[in-house]
Protein backbone atom coordinates (compact mmCIF):
# COMPACT_ATOMS: atom_id res chain seq x y z
CA UNK A 1 0.00 0.00 0.00
CA UNK A 2 1.17 3.44 -0.76
CA UNK A 3 1.43 6.04 1.84
CA UNK A 4 1.65 9.45 2.05
CA UNK A 5 1.68 12.93 4.67
CA UNK A 6 -0.97 15.31 4.82
CA UNK A 7 0.12 18.30 6.33
CA UNK A 8 -2.69 20.51 7.41
CA UNK A 9 -1.90 24.75 7.35
CA UNK A 10 -1.75 26.59 10.63
CA UNK A 11 -1.58 30.18 10.59
CA UNK A 12 -0.66 30.02 6.53
CA UNK A 13 -4.68 30.13 6.28
CA UNK A 14 -5.25 33.70 8.05
CA UNK A 15 -2.75 35.62 5.15
CA UNK A 16 -4.78 36.49 2.34
CA UNK A 17 -3.12 37.40 -0.51
CA UNK A 18 0.39 36.49 0.88
CA UNK A 19 -1.08 33.06 1.71
CA UNK A 20 0.48 31.64 -1.57
CA UNK A 21 3.90 33.10 -0.50
CA UNK A 22 4.28 31.54 3.04
CA UNK A 23 2.97 28.39 1.43
CA UNK A 24 5.85 28.28 -0.92
CA UNK A 25 8.52 28.99 1.79
CA UNK A 26 6.76 26.21 3.85
CA UNK A 27 7.34 23.82 0.72
CA UNK A 28 10.70 25.14 0.12
CA UNK A 29 11.53 24.38 4.35
CA UNK A 30 9.62 20.67 4.18
CA UNK A 31 12.09 20.01 1.02
CA UNK A 32 14.63 20.61 3.03
CA UNK A 33 14.10 18.79 5.97
CA UNK A 34 13.28 15.63 4.30
CA UNK A 35 16.14 15.88 1.42
CA UNK A 36 18.46 13.56 2.76
CA UNK A 37 15.61 10.63 3.60
CA UNK A 38 14.90 10.67 -0.74
CA UNK A 39 12.90 11.83 -3.12
CA UNK A 40 8.94 13.34 -2.58
CA UNK A 41 6.57 14.94 -4.24
CA UNK A 42 5.30 18.14 -2.38
CA UNK A 43 2.23 19.88 -3.09
CA UNK A 44 -0.64 22.27 -1.69
CA UNK A 45 -4.31 22.68 -2.91
CA UNK A 46 -7.36 23.07 -0.26
CA UNK A 47 -5.74 24.11 2.99
CA UNK A 48 -3.71 20.76 3.05
CA UNK A 49 -0.17 20.11 1.53
CA UNK A 50 0.91 16.50 0.34
CA UNK A 51 4.35 14.84 1.08
CA UNK A 52 3.90 11.58 -1.16
CA UNK A 53 7.66 9.92 -1.34
CA UNK A 54 8.92 8.79 -4.98
CA UNK A 55 11.18 6.06 -3.22
CA UNK A 56 9.93 2.62 -1.97
CA UNK A 57 12.73 2.61 0.67
CA UNK A 58 12.24 5.63 2.04
CA UNK A 59 11.83 5.90 6.73
CA UNK A 60 8.62 7.73 6.76
CA UNK A 61 8.93 7.54 10.31
CA UNK A 62 11.79 9.54 10.05
CA UNK A 63 10.05 11.88 7.56
CA UNK A 64 7.37 12.21 9.76
CA UNK A 65 9.71 12.99 13.02
CA UNK A 66 11.32 15.77 10.53
CA UNK A 67 7.52 17.17 9.23
CA UNK A 68 6.97 17.45 13.38
CA UNK A 69 9.27 20.11 13.26
CA UNK A 70 8.74 22.13 10.64
CA UNK A 71 6.87 25.36 11.38
CA UNK A 72 4.01 26.37 9.70
CA UNK A 73 2.18 22.60 10.29
CA UNK A 74 -0.80 22.68 12.43
CA UNK A 75 -1.53 19.04 11.86
CA UNK A 76 -0.56 16.03 9.96
CA UNK A 77 -1.19 12.46 9.16
CA UNK A 78 0.12 9.27 7.66
CA UNK A 79 -2.36 8.17 5.43
CA UNK A 80 -2.92 4.97 2.62
CA UNK A 81 -3.92 6.36 -0.39
CA UNK A 82 -6.89 4.17 -1.95
CA UNK A 83 -5.96 2.45 -5.35
CA UNK A 84 -9.20 4.16 -6.83
CA UNK A 85 -11.64 6.97 -5.91
CA UNK A 86 -14.17 4.77 -4.98
CA UNK A 87 -16.32 3.66 -2.26
CA UNK A 88 -15.35 0.28 -2.71
CA UNK A 89 -11.96 0.87 -2.66
CA UNK A 90 -12.00 2.74 0.35
CA UNK A 91 -13.91 -0.28 1.71
CA UNK A 92 -11.06 -2.96 0.95
CA UNK A 93 -8.69 -0.61 2.26
CA UNK A 94 -9.75 0.63 5.45
CA UNK A 95 -9.69 -2.88 6.91
CA UNK A 96 -6.46 -4.03 6.14
CA UNK A 97 -4.73 -0.86 6.74
CA UNK A 98 -5.65 -0.21 9.79
CA UNK A 99 -5.59 -4.04 11.36
CA UNK A 100 -2.60 -3.05 13.42
CA UNK A 101 -4.23 -0.12 14.92
CA UNK A 102 -8.10 -1.54 15.12
CA UNK A 103 -7.02 -4.64 17.13
CA UNK A 104 -5.68 -2.49 20.03
CA UNK A 105 -8.81 -0.85 20.91
CA UNK A 106 -12.30 -1.48 21.79
CA UNK A 107 -14.41 1.45 20.59
CA UNK A 108 -14.13 3.44 17.37
CA UNK A 109 -15.57 6.18 15.03
CA UNK A 110 -15.51 7.31 11.24
CA UNK A 111 -15.41 10.66 10.42
CA UNK A 112 -15.37 11.61 6.56
CA UNK A 113 -14.38 14.52 4.96
CA UNK A 114 -15.55 15.02 0.72
CA UNK A 115 -13.68 17.82 -0.43
CA UNK A 116 -14.44 16.41 -3.72
CA UNK A 117 -18.27 17.24 -4.40
CA UNK A 118 -18.46 15.06 -7.37
CA UNK A 119 -17.84 11.94 -5.49
CA UNK A 120 -21.47 10.53 -5.64
CA UNK A 121 -21.72 9.26 -1.63
CA UNK A 122 -21.89 12.09 1.06
CA UNK A 123 -20.00 12.25 3.84
CA UNK A 124 -22.55 10.50 6.82
CA UNK A 125 -22.93 8.11 4.16
CA UNK A 126 -18.99 7.35 3.71
CA UNK A 127 -19.19 7.09 7.48
CA UNK A 128 -21.91 4.55 8.08
CA UNK A 129 -20.38 2.45 5.09
CA UNK A 130 -16.87 2.26 6.30
CA UNK A 131 -18.28 1.80 9.91
CA UNK A 132 -20.34 -1.35 8.85
CA UNK A 133 -16.67 -3.12 7.28
CA UNK A 134 -15.15 -2.55 10.12
CA UNK A 135 -17.46 -4.04 12.34
CA UNK A 136 -17.75 -6.82 10.61
CA UNK A 137 -13.68 -7.05 9.94
CA UNK A 138 -13.09 -6.53 13.74
CA UNK A 139 -16.20 -8.33 15.60
CA UNK A 140 -14.48 -7.40 18.95
CA UNK A 141 -14.96 -2.98 18.14
CA UNK A 142 -18.47 -1.28 18.91
CA UNK A 143 -18.95 2.24 17.59
CA UNK A 144 -18.44 5.13 20.30
CA UNK A 145 -19.08 8.18 18.46
CA UNK A 146 -18.74 10.60 21.90
CA UNK A 147 -15.22 9.26 23.51
CA UNK A 148 -14.36 6.81 20.91
CA UNK A 149 -10.59 4.93 21.50
CA UNK A 150 -10.03 5.51 17.76
CA UNK A 151 -11.02 8.24 14.95
CA UNK A 152 -10.81 6.43 11.76
CA UNK A 153 -10.78 9.35 9.28
CA UNK A 154 -11.70 9.50 5.32
CA UNK A 155 -10.98 11.75 2.91
CA UNK A 156 -11.88 12.13 -0.42
CA UNK A 157 -10.34 14.45 -2.09
CA UNK A 158 -8.98 16.04 -5.47
CA UNK A 159 -6.39 13.96 -6.01
CA UNK A 160 -7.62 10.59 -4.65
CA UNK A 161 -9.33 8.84 -1.05
CA UNK A 162 -7.14 8.67 1.82
CA UNK A 163 -7.60 6.53 5.36
CA UNK A 164 -5.96 7.34 8.26
CA UNK A 165 -5.78 7.30 11.88
CA UNK A 166 -5.80 10.44 14.43
CA UNK A 167 -3.81 13.28 12.82
CA UNK A 168 -0.34 14.24 15.08
CA UNK A 169 0.26 17.79 16.08
CA UNK A 170 2.34 19.54 14.41
CA UNK A 171 5.03 22.39 15.13
CA UNK A 172 2.65 25.50 14.96
CA UNK A 173 4.10 29.24 14.18
CA UNK A 174 4.67 30.22 10.89
CA UNK A 175 7.80 28.91 8.29
CA UNK A 176 10.85 29.97 9.05
CA UNK A 177 11.86 32.54 6.30
CA UNK A 178 8.94 34.22 6.61
CA UNK A 179 9.33 36.41 9.81
CA UNK A 180 12.51 38.47 8.73
CA UNK A 181 16.38 37.95 9.75
CA UNK A 182 17.94 38.26 13.07
CA UNK A 183 20.69 37.43 14.99
CA UNK A 184 20.88 35.31 18.23
CA UNK A 185 23.20 35.65 21.27
CA UNK A 186 23.94 32.32 21.75
CA UNK A 187 25.53 30.95 25.24
CA UNK A 188 26.06 27.22 26.20
CA UNK A 189 23.47 27.89 28.93
CA UNK A 190 19.71 26.50 28.71
CA UNK A 191 17.76 30.11 27.63
CA UNK A 192 19.42 31.47 24.52
CA UNK A 193 18.90 28.21 22.59
CA UNK A 194 14.90 28.21 23.99
CA UNK A 195 14.98 31.58 22.78
CA UNK A 196 16.55 30.53 19.24
CA UNK A 197 13.63 28.30 19.07
CA UNK A 198 10.24 30.72 20.38
CA UNK A 199 11.60 33.41 17.47
CA UNK A 200 12.38 30.77 14.55
CA UNK A 201 8.86 29.54 15.40
CA UNK A 202 7.57 33.05 14.51
CA UNK A 203 9.19 32.69 11.39
CA UNK A 204 12.56 34.34 11.78
CA UNK A 205 15.81 33.37 9.94
CA UNK A 206 18.76 33.17 12.27
CA UNK A 207 22.32 34.28 12.30
CA UNK A 208 23.94 33.05 15.47
CA UNK A 209 26.78 35.19 17.69
CA UNK A 210 28.82 33.68 20.12
CA UNK A 211 31.61 35.25 22.28
CA UNK A 212 34.72 33.12 23.22
CA UNK A 213 36.99 33.95 26.15
CA UNK A 214 39.80 31.48 25.68
CA UNK A 215 41.31 30.25 27.88
CA UNK A 216 38.67 31.57 30.46
CA UNK A 217 36.51 29.47 28.41
CA UNK A 218 37.21 25.74 26.84
CA UNK A 219 37.16 24.51 23.16
CA UNK A 220 34.65 22.37 24.81
CA UNK A 221 32.22 25.40 25.56
CA UNK A 222 32.12 26.01 21.84
CA UNK A 223 31.67 22.92 20.53
CA UNK A 224 28.74 22.81 23.34
CA UNK A 225 27.19 25.79 21.44
CA UNK A 226 27.69 24.12 18.11
CA UNK A 227 25.59 20.88 19.55
CA UNK A 228 22.97 22.93 20.70
CA UNK A 229 22.71 24.90 17.86
CA UNK A 230 23.03 21.56 15.65
CA UNK A 231 19.41 20.72 17.72
CA UNK A 232 17.81 24.17 17.04
CA UNK A 233 18.45 23.78 13.45
CA UNK A 234 16.15 21.12 13.76
CA UNK A 235 13.41 23.31 13.74
CA UNK A 236 15.22 26.37 12.34
CA UNK A 237 16.99 25.03 8.93
CA UNK A 238 20.58 25.61 8.85
CA UNK A 239 22.45 29.29 10.11
CA UNK A 240 26.19 30.68 10.39
CA UNK A 241 27.36 31.08 13.78
CA UNK A 242 29.73 33.56 14.39
CA UNK A 243 32.39 33.20 17.31
CA UNK A 244 33.64 36.53 18.64
CA UNK A 245 37.04 36.69 20.49
CA UNK A 246 36.34 38.34 23.19
CA UNK A 247 38.91 37.34 25.94
CA UNK A 248 41.17 40.76 25.18
CA UNK A 249 37.95 42.54 25.53
CA UNK A 250 36.77 40.69 29.24
CA UNK A 251 39.94 41.26 30.36
CA UNK A 252 40.12 45.18 29.86
CA UNK A 253 36.80 45.64 31.50
CA UNK A 254 38.07 43.61 34.42
CA UNK A 255 41.18 45.98 34.73
CA UNK A 256 39.68 49.70 33.76
CA UNK A 257 36.50 49.79 34.69
CA UNK A 258 34.51 49.56 37.90
CA UNK A 259 33.72 45.88 39.17
CA UNK A 260 30.11 46.72 40.06
CA UNK A 261 29.31 47.61 35.98
CA UNK A 262 31.36 44.53 34.65
CA UNK A 263 28.70 42.64 33.71
CA UNK A 264 26.67 45.44 32.29
CA UNK A 265 29.41 46.72 30.38
CA UNK A 266 30.15 43.38 28.70
CA UNK A 267 26.95 43.07 28.05
CA UNK A 268 26.71 46.18 26.26
CA UNK A 269 29.95 45.43 24.33
CA UNK A 270 28.12 42.42 22.97
CA UNK A 271 25.37 44.37 21.89
CA UNK A 272 27.85 46.74 19.94
CA UNK A 273 29.78 44.05 18.19
CA UNK A 274 26.37 41.83 17.67
CA UNK A 275 24.84 44.97 15.73
CA UNK A 276 27.66 45.06 13.53
CA UNK A 277 27.81 41.42 12.34
CA UNK A 278 23.65 41.03 12.27
CA UNK A 279 24.06 44.42 9.69
CA UNK A 280 26.22 42.20 7.48
CA UNK A 281 23.78 39.62 7.63
CA UNK A 282 20.93 41.90 6.79
CA UNK A 283 19.63 41.23 9.78
CA UNK A 284 16.96 43.30 11.43
CA UNK A 285 17.07 42.55 14.78
CA UNK A 286 19.11 41.00 18.03
CA UNK A 287 17.75 38.30 19.93
CA UNK A 288 18.59 37.31 23.58
CA UNK A 289 17.34 34.62 26.15
CA UNK A 290 17.08 37.23 28.78
CA UNK A 291 13.93 36.79 31.64
CA UNK A 292 13.49 39.94 33.37
CA UNK A 293 14.43 39.80 37.05
CA UNK A 294 16.52 36.38 37.07
CA UNK A 295 19.85 37.29 37.25
CA UNK A 296 21.49 41.00 38.21
CA UNK A 297 21.83 42.16 35.15
CA UNK A 298 18.20 41.60 33.73
CA UNK A 299 16.48 43.98 35.80
CA UNK A 300 14.28 46.68 33.64
CA UNK A 301 17.19 48.99 34.46
CA UNK A 302 20.14 47.02 33.67
CA UNK A 303 18.26 45.99 30.30
CA UNK A 304 17.72 49.77 29.32
CA UNK A 305 21.23 50.34 29.96
CA UNK A 306 21.98 47.56 27.39
CA UNK A 307 19.53 48.15 25.09
CA UNK A 308 21.11 51.26 24.60
CA UNK A 309 23.86 49.96 22.89
CA UNK A 310 22.13 48.30 20.44
CA UNK A 311 21.33 49.48 16.85
CA UNK A 312 18.98 48.14 16.20
CA UNK A 313 15.47 45.96 18.06
CA UNK A 314 16.33 43.50 20.68
CA UNK A 315 13.84 40.56 20.90
CA UNK A 316 13.45 38.47 24.11
CA UNK A 317 10.73 35.87 23.98
CA UNK A 318 11.49 34.33 26.92
CA UNK A 319 11.04 38.07 28.99
CA UNK A 320 8.15 37.23 30.96
CA UNK A 321 8.91 33.08 31.58
CA UNK A 322 9.87 31.49 34.82
CA UNK A 323 12.62 29.46 35.00
CA UNK A 324 10.31 25.61 34.75
CA UNK A 325 8.50 27.00 31.50
CA UNK A 326 12.13 27.50 30.27
CA UNK A 327 13.26 24.36 31.12
CA UNK A 328 10.16 22.66 29.85
CA UNK A 329 10.89 23.93 26.52
CA UNK A 330 14.29 23.04 26.55
CA UNK A 331 13.29 19.33 27.12
CA UNK A 332 10.86 19.40 24.16
CA UNK A 333 13.71 20.71 22.02
CA UNK A 334 16.06 17.98 23.68
CA UNK A 335 18.58 20.88 24.18
CA UNK A 336 18.90 20.21 28.04
CA UNK A 337 20.55 17.99 28.74
CA UNK A 338 23.59 19.95 26.39
CA UNK A 339 23.04 22.81 28.08
CA UNK A 340 23.88 21.75 31.42
CA UNK A 341 26.82 20.29 30.55
CA UNK A 342 29.55 21.69 32.91
CA UNK A 343 31.33 24.17 30.32
CA UNK A 344 31.39 27.65 31.27
CA UNK A 345 30.92 30.61 28.74
CA UNK A 346 32.18 34.10 28.91
CA UNK A 347 29.36 35.07 30.77
CA UNK A 348 30.44 33.29 33.64
CA UNK A 349 34.18 34.98 33.28
CA UNK A 350 34.66 38.13 35.98
CA UNK A 351 31.50 38.06 37.63
CA UNK A 352 31.15 40.65 40.03
CA UNK A 353 30.65 40.20 43.68
CA UNK A 354 27.79 42.91 43.81
CA UNK A 355 26.35 43.95 40.14
CA UNK A 356 24.53 46.85 39.84
CA UNK A 357 21.28 46.12 39.68
CA UNK A 358 20.30 49.84 39.43
CA UNK A 359 23.05 50.88 36.88
CA UNK A 360 22.53 54.62 35.54
CA UNK A 361 23.15 54.82 31.55
CA UNK A 362 25.22 57.94 32.03
CA UNK A 363 27.87 56.67 34.77
CA UNK A 364 27.75 53.16 32.06
CA UNK A 365 28.81 55.06 29.23
CA UNK A 366 31.31 56.92 31.03
CA UNK A 367 33.19 54.53 32.62
CA UNK A 368 32.87 52.60 29.26
CA UNK A 369 34.12 56.13 27.38
CA UNK A 370 37.05 56.02 29.68
CA UNK A 371 38.44 52.54 29.21
CA UNK A 372 38.29 52.98 25.57
CA UNK A 373 36.91 49.66 23.64
CA UNK A 374 36.91 50.81 20.15
CA UNK A 375 39.89 49.45 18.90
CA UNK A 376 39.24 46.11 20.41
CA UNK A 377 35.36 45.97 19.08
CA UNK A 378 37.34 45.88 15.46
CA UNK A 379 40.03 44.02 16.17
CA UNK A 380 37.30 40.82 17.41
CA UNK A 381 35.11 42.01 14.37
CA UNK A 382 38.40 41.37 12.01
CA UNK A 383 39.30 37.53 13.25
CA UNK A 384 35.45 36.60 13.39
CA UNK A 385 35.39 32.44 13.34
CA UNK A 386 32.58 31.62 10.84
CA UNK A 387 30.95 27.87 11.50
CA UNK A 388 28.08 27.11 9.08
CA UNK A 389 25.35 24.45 11.30
CA UNK A 390 23.01 22.07 10.07
CA UNK A 391 20.24 19.78 11.23
CA UNK A 392 21.54 16.94 14.29
CA UNK A 393 18.45 14.03 12.57
CA UNK A 394 20.00 11.70 14.60
Known sequence: MKEILLLKDGEIVLKGLNRRSFEDVLKKNLKYALSDLGSFEIKSAQSTIYVRPLDDDIDLDDACERVSRVFGIVAFS??????????????????????????????????????DKRFPYKSPEICREVGGVLLQSFPHLSVDVHNPDMVVNVEVRDFGAYIHGKPLKGAGGIPVGTGGNAAILISGGIDSPVAAYMMAKRGVKLTAIHFASPPYTSKRAEEKVVRLLQKVCRYSGRMKMYTVPFTKIQEKIKNECPEELFTIIMRRLMMKISSRIATDNDCSALITGESLGQVASQTINALGCTDAAADMLVFRPLIGMDKQEIIDI?????????????????CTVFTPKHPRTKPVLKYVEYAEEEAGFDELIQE???NLKITKITADND
Open 330 to 346: SYKIDTYETSIEPYEDC
Open 380 to 382: ALD
Open 78 to 115: RAVVCEEKTLESILATAPVYLADSLNGVKTFKVEAKRS
